[in-house]
């Protein structure tokens, strides 16, 4: 295979595409994957005019709200140089371009330095407190609470949410147990959980969280994502990820 088909296929394998936008993954250490895709179509939009994507990576979340609210403008926030740019060129190239911000620095001095708050803040926070890094400095720096410690995150939160936002994150189960309870310290309450499964008989794998900052009545659902067979997708992923997906 010569040198420029090998370009060619590495270019083309990177690019991840849904049905009204694509995302080029070359820059970001993390790709796109269901975690992403889930709380971007999972957070809820309704009367929602400001959005915060903190974390963009590749920009994906950012641009399915972008898509799922024609009135809404999504501002993404994302420490790397490298993944920011990423974000930047994929929002540029969607058709939700007019409505899509990226902002390079880290969130705790965006917090500081903005006077805007948010309708809906929505983020997909890295979870790993200890355990052995690995050799891969930037994807450490994106899986584990080195740059961005909770606290941190939940502090920023509760100076750019509005009184009547919403906040959403996805996470490990045991890590969004943790991250419930810590939430609570910065007067964000837990008010819509989503326990998420690969499949009926596995244990629950993935939290969706929704925290607002009036203490309410906590509502708790399940999604399971595919019967027995593979690609085999329940009814509600299929209702939840059919307006992004190329095959659903």
Known sequence: MSKEKKELK?????????K?????????????GTDGVLLGA??????VKDVLDIGAGTGVIAIMLAQRKSDAIVDAVEIDESACRTAERNMRNSPFSSRLNSFQKPIQDYAKLTRKEYDLIVCNPPFFTG??????TSRNEVRHTIKLPNGELLSCVQRLLRKDGKFCVVLPFIEGL??????????LY???????????????ERLLLQFQKVNQLEETNELIIQFEK???????????????????
């Open 10 to 18: 590495s270019k083309s394998s990177s690019i991840f595409r849904f």
């Open 230 to 248: 593979r690609n085999d997708f329940t009814p509600e992923y299929i209702a939840l990820t059919r307006a992004f997906y190329l095959k659903m």
């Open 131 to 136: 355990g052995t890094l690995s050799a891969q």
């Open 20 to 32: 009204q936008f694509e995302i080029d993954q070359n820059g970001c250490t993390m790709k796109v």
């Open 178 to 187: 943790r991250f419930k309870e810590l939430a609570r310290n910065y007067n």
């Open 42 to 47: 999972w957070a809820g939009v309704k009367e």
């Open 190 to 204: 837990c008010t819509k959980v989503t326990q998420v499964k690969s499949k009926k008989e596995k244990p629950i």
